[in-house]
C-alpha cells in the first residue's frame, strides 16, 4: 500500500495498484507530475529497492560520470528526479536491453520526460509512464481512489440516478471553496490548516520552482516577465489558451509566450485540455482550454477568490487524476460548437462514447443550464451519453429526461 504519512494517519494514492501492475509487467516505470505532488513518498513506500535521488550531489555526480556504475547490481533501484541528468537514460536503455526483467528501475521526474528537448531516450518499448497530479478529494480523505468516474463509465445511463443516490456520498465539512483555497499539495493540504501558512508555503513553492526547478529545464530570460505570466494564466483558468492576447497584455512577443507556455506544461503547473472533434485530425488543430493542476497555488499566484472557473478546475483534476490511475481507456476533451456553444469535458471511453459534464456553482440549476448538454448530444446523437451537470448543490434528479444534476460531492 503506497501511503504518504501525516498528522492525521496514512493516506493512500490512486495511482498505487496501477503503479504496482506496471512493475509486474515492465522493465521501467516512469511517474513524473509536479514537484511535491509525493512521488518521492510513493517511492520510499517500495521499500525494497536501492534507492538514488539527483538531488544528491554525490548521486548526481556518479550518474553523469558513472552511470553504470550507480546502475550495476541486481536488485531493483529507484532513481528519484531522473530529468536532471538525461543522458542516464541511454544507461538504463542499455541494461534494460541486456536483461528485460520487469521492475528493475522506477523513475520519478518533476517534469514530463516526453516533452524535454533534452531528452533524446524515451525508453520507448520499455518503460510505461505515469503521472502522479495534486491529491484528489477522495485521497486527501484517506480514500485511495478518485470520483465515482468509472461507475458511471460502466453503468447505464438512465441508472445514474440510483447510483448515486445509493453510494455513500462524501460530505465532509469541506465545501468546495474551502477545499480549492487548500490545494492538492500534500504539505499545505495535510499538515496546515491556517491559510497564512499555506500562502508562506505557496511563495516559498513558487520561489523554488522559478529559481531552481525552472532553470534546470531552460533558461528564462526574465523570471519577472515568466511570473506574470503565471499569474495571467492563472486569472484565464477555463479559458481558450491565446498567445496573442496573453503576450499582447504582457507586452511579451509570440514567441517568448509560447516557450514559456510550454515550460509551465513540462514542468506540470500548466495544463492544456485539448478540443473535441469526431475528425481526429482536427483535434490538433482546435484551440486547447487552460488549466492549472494545483488550485490552492493557482489562487495564490492570481490573488482572487474562488469561482466558477476554480470548480472547473477542481472537477478537471479528479478526473486527471482517474484517468492516469484507470486501466480504462479515456481521454478527457472540451467542446465548443460554431455557434459558441461550449461543454466543458467530455470524457471519450475507449469503446467511442462520449460522457458530456458541465460544471456550474450554483446551488439550484434550471433548465437553461442543461442547453449545452442537450447541444452536444443532438450534435453526437447514439455516441453521446446522457449529460451530467455538477452543482453545488444538494439534490440528485434530472434536469431533463437525459441531464442528470447532481452536488460535484457526491461524485468527487
Known sequence: MVIIHTMNGFHTRAIDQSLRSRLDVMPAVVVTGARQTGKSTLAHALNTRRYHTMDDLDALDMAEKDPDRLLAGDSPITIDEVQRVPKLLHAIKRHIDQNRRPGQFLLTGSANLLLMRQVAESLAGRASYLTLWPMTRREQLGIASCGLWDLLIESEDAAWLDLLQREAAIRNLKEWRAFAKTGGFPVPALHMHDQTERDIWFEGYVRTYLERDLLSLSTVASLPD?????????????????????????????????????????????????????????????????????????????????????????????????????????????????????????????????????????????????????????????????????????????????????PWWRVL
Open 226 to 406: 515568466f511570473r506574470r505570466l503565471m499569474r495571467a494564466v492563472c486569472l484565464g483558468v477555463g479559458g481558450l489558451v491565446n498567445q496573442t492576447n496573453l503576450g499582447r497584455g504582457l507586452g511579451l512577443p509570440q514567441a517568448t509566450v509560447n516557450r514559456y507556455l510550454n515550460l509551465l506544461e513540462t514542468s506540470y503547473m500548466l495544463v492544456r485540455i485539448p478540443a473535441y472533434s469526431d475528425n481526429r485530425g482536427k483535434r490538433l488543430m482546435k484551440t486547447p482550454k487552460m488549466y492549472w493542476s494545483d488550485t490552492g497555488l493557482a489562487l495564490h499566484l492570481s490573488g482572487t477568490e474562488p469561482d466558477g472557473a476554480t470548480l472547473e478546475n477542481l472537477v478537471l483534476m479528479d478526473l486527471l487524476a482517474w484517468r492516469d490511475s484507470s486501466k480504462a481507456r479515456c481521454e478527457i476533451y472540451h467542446w465548443r460548437s460554431h455557434s459558441g456553444l461550449e461543454v466543458d469535458f467530455v470524457i471519450e471511453s475507449g469503446n467511442g462514447r462520449l460522457l458530456p459534464i458541465e460544471i456550474k456553482s450554483t446551488e439550484r440549476p434550471r433548465l437553461r443550464d442543461s442547453v449545452n448538454l442537450r447541444a452536444f448530444r443532438d450534435q453526437y446523437g447514439e455516441q453521446a451519453r446522457f449529460g451530467l451537470l455538477l452543482h453545488d448543490g444538494d439534490s440528485v434528479f434530472w434536469l431533463t429526461p437525459d441531464v442528470l444534476a447532481a
